[in-house]
């Protein structure tokens, strides 16, 4: 909860503007890169050597080739390599002197592709393009290289700062074009010489695969974080939530909160979970008082009193006329009961508020809590400052004794647990790098405090119930051993139209990184608001949590149908959703020219999101301005090829062809995988394609389902289908859950169709697409089609 966002994507050619989605023209694009092995095939602790080709990092003559390839020149007699795997080394460099901080130059990168991530501020993360090395900013935690020769297709280099003992990395780059190396400790009595294992640089064909076999072999060389894969998804993920923030912001309350509730039922789209955000509990503010005129940044100035919620959601004990509840515990038996909420959820910060404990506070002593002043790193003054922060640094943090942190979580959880609250948002998790000095430094301090979050967090709630927020730093990612959701971008500015676009982008490449050890969590939303369908689309193809933060009776339903059954679950996407291929290295954002794709998959088909994030914003710490006279309407050439790993969805009797829906036109069009079509949006406009592999049924009938074509991700509602390619005993079986439209390509009219074994009338257009309703109030479906 702070301020501005940023993100970004890459440019793709200008073609022929077309209004509509259907009568374009196909063209053929790239030859289908090769059919690779699943990936649900793929062990998670199995370095797959052959997936990258070539030869491993190596200092020759000055520079660090990779494949034979010079990368950077002009490096360095104090840069080390050592070599890993085939592909693989670790980078770093020695010192004559020893200190807390260091910043080495490890050669010059000039003339090739490039896509960072890095912190613009504290909490947060966006992306950048460039082509050299001055364009990689300040605070970079990833950084991506396209290696394209001029006949072949294109091969990815990655460089991955880590932490190296107690020294965290990070990488930058100067007017010189030279790449430079960072490591800090955060505490001026952790000194070293020399970081061995400073950045992790390794080489692949296919970018997806490299950054997730990365992580894996760093997870397991590293040793203190794990990858997604191998963690357990609270079920929240599965369902539609509501998040007060944005409704009430710290003026939450019980009443708004049963009126938000209720409306949202009423709407025919109820909310299955909530998370209580900032404002229900114990605090006091020695900088806003009472009659005075409010000075913008005190509200973080707050400390905790108390593990116990404050007055509005517990009685006094001579309010017997108060509206309050007599404890959360009412309050939350209360609303689970009448709303059918099936968990709740609170906010509180790393060290219980924004400004800590109050220290000397007969609740609070037993932690030891002791005022501390914020002081950030060179690498964070030199990006965007923060207003929180800055508050911080001016009031201090009440900070907890490290010896003590086990105990305050597991005091505070239990407690929550006794009131019936199920899970936990835990916010601004980064201001340990600030508060390190005299703690051992920033590295170690994150490690205890995330151990001991974690372990009250198995040994409280349930299904790993725990959100991670302001948390993007690498000290935090790398020390994410349980946790499996964290939000991946600033925050949702319902009020601010320039920030709209820039949430999208930033997620979505964020999401590269992130989504190899976490669920990323987009953020709540607005469903009545200008940009609302821009941010439900995003959602639906995110494979993420989804809730809003509407305003009690502040809802566009038609929007959050086509997000949320009747019952309450979403459609949720397979992966992280991310930006295809060709977008990795453009800036949809700013380049006045390019769209933004972002791909994803289900059981049985492919989804991709297209999104016009052009002309609405502009990036911050950039010089760059948003290109004013960009044009209304921007092209992109798309293709089932867009969509990685579509063969975990093809089958054996796949025709190589896919189908393409497009949710904004209800239109179909039939495609081979080599093939591809243009899409046009305007400003903020967006589509929904789903991409079905056309397979074969007894030798004639080509069949693709698409799912229920009134949601976003229709293809998120099958679970699976039984397509028998020599077979005609039976016909098509498609299982799936939500009522609605249902429909599919089919190459010809079938003779039936039944849902759950009783017949029911079709529709069969000209474009082959086959139409069929479901009734309402059916969860969950067995359709079969013969003919």
Known sequence: MVQAIAALCSPLSSLPLNAR?????CSHRRSWRPIRASRSSTSTTTWKHSMFIGTRPALKDGALSVDGKDVLTDVPENVVVTPLTNSSAFVGATSNVEGSRHVFTLGVIQDIRLLCLFRFKIWWMIPRVGVSGSDIPVETQMLLLEVREPSDEPSYILFLPVLDGEFRSSLQGNSADELELCIESGDPAIVTSQSRKAVFVNYGENPFDLMEESMKFLEKEMGTFAVRKGKQLPAILDWFGWCTWDAFYQEVNPKGIRQGLKSLSDGGTPAKYIIIDDGWQDTINEFQKEGEPFVDGS???????????NQKFRRAENGSLSEAPTDLKEFVSDIKGTFGLKYVYVWHALMGYWGGLLPGEEATKKYNPVLKYPIQSPGNLANMRDLSLDAMENYGVGAIDPATISQFYDDLHSYLVAQGVDGVKVDVQNILETIATDLGGRVSLTRQFQKALEKSVAANFQDNSIICCMGQSTDSIYHCQQSAITRASDDYYPQNPATQTLHIAAVAYNSIFLGEVVVPDWDMFYSLHDAAEFHAVARAVGGCPVYVSDKPGNHDFEILKKLVLPDGSVLRAKYPGRPSRDCLFIDPVMDGKSLLKIWNLN?????????????????????????????????????????????EVTGNSWTRDCVIFSFKTGSVRRLSVEESMNVTLKVLECDVLTISPIKVHNQKVQFAP????????SGGAIQAVDIRSKSSASGIRIKGRGPGTFGAYSNTRPKSCTVNSKETEFEFREDKLLKLRIPARTSSWDIVISY
């Not at 989605?21 to 023209?25: I, L, W």
């Not at 509200?299 to 919620?309: M, P, T, W, Y």
């Open 603 to 647: 059981n049985c088909t492919g989804v991709l999101g297209i999104f016009n994030c052009q002309g609405a914003g502009s990036w911050p710490c950039t010089d760059k301005k948003v290109i004013e006279d960009a044009a209304s309407e921007i092209s992109a050439s798309v293709s089932p090829s867009d969509v990685e790993y579509l063969e």
């Open 21 to 25: 989605f259907s009568p374009v023209t």
């Open 706 to 713: 698409i799912g229920l074509i009134d949601m976003y991700n």
């Open 299 to 309: 509200q973080f100035g707050g400390r905790l009193v108390s593990i116990k919620e």
